[in-house]
């Protein structure tokens, strides 16, 4: 079955480290995204990608860097220059150049400690 | 950037009654979608609809694009029907270029028995 696989599922981070969180899809979509969660509130773009080898900064990107070296993979580290990451993190996929068939990930929920 | 508002913030129901949740937007969109995140947090496209009508089921939505405003029905609910709906648009006069949705804060329902 074609879909989008975040990991890890849960992620636990020590103030001051970089982690990396992992998204990959086969449903053949050129677009890739990712979104950040806090509690009660609605998902903000961090980056995101229309093709191999090309990302753009969306609204929250300070703290954050992404890389497109394949059209599968679309891996998200969170900086320690992020003060506040603690959040729910949601990787998307889509079509290339469509407004619709948005594929979300199950997420990942990253807590510092 | 365009405004997205959605109401109620919550919603309480017993199993079997029918709810109507708004969505607000503040610009002419191109793209209106209904999401559903369950309580894992895992985001399930309901309707892609930036205007008319659809139903799905249980489920309708209406889009009336003139006056900026989306409706979700859901009716003879239950209680896998809690969680989290968030309404998504994109707009032509958004920050960027790329077909990338922005969201409202969600309306959160509870399905008691």
């Known amino acids: 079955d074609g879909g989008i696989t975040q990991s890890p599922k849960y992620l636990f981070r020590k103030e001051g480290q970089n982690v990396t969180l992992s998204c990959e899809q086969n449903l053949n979509h050129d677009a890739m995204y990712w979104y950040r969660q806090d509690p009660g509130q609605g998902l903000r773009l961090i980056y995101y990608s229309q093709i191999v080898n090309d990302f753009q900064k969306g609204d929250i990107a300070e703290g954050y860097s992404v890389s497109r070296e394949k059209k599968e993979s679309f891996p998200l580290t969170v900086t320690s220059a992020q003060k506040n990451p603690t959040a729910f993190y949601l990787c998307?996929?889509?079509?290339?150049?469509?407004?619709?068939?948005?594929?979300f990930g199950s997420g990942t929920r990253l807590t510092v400690v | 950037g365009i405004q997205v508002e959605q109401s109620p913030p919550d919603l309480i129901l017993q199993e079997g009654a029918n709810s109507t949740l708004r969505c607000n937007f503040s610009?002419?969109?191109?793209?209106l979608q209904w999401f559903h995140q369950n309580p894992w947090g895992q985001l399930i496209n309901l309707f892609y609809?930036?205007?008319g009508t659809k139903q799905n089921g249980r489920l309708s939505a209406t889009t009336v694009a003139t006056e900026r405003y989306s409706l979700l029905y859901i009716s003879s609910s239950q209680t896998t029907d809690s969680g989290v709906y968030f309404c998504?648009?994109?707009?032509?006069?958004?920050?960027?270029?790329?077909?990338?949705?922005?969201f409202g804060t969600g309306t959160r329902l509870t399905v008691i028995p």
């Open positions: 998504a648009v994109w707009s032509p006069s958004g920050s960027y270029r790329a077909n990338n949705l922005f």
């Open positions: 610009d002419s969109v191109n793209n």
């Open positions: 609809i930036p205007s």
């Open positions: 998307a996929s889509s079509p290339r150049g469509l407004h619709y068939g948005y594929t």
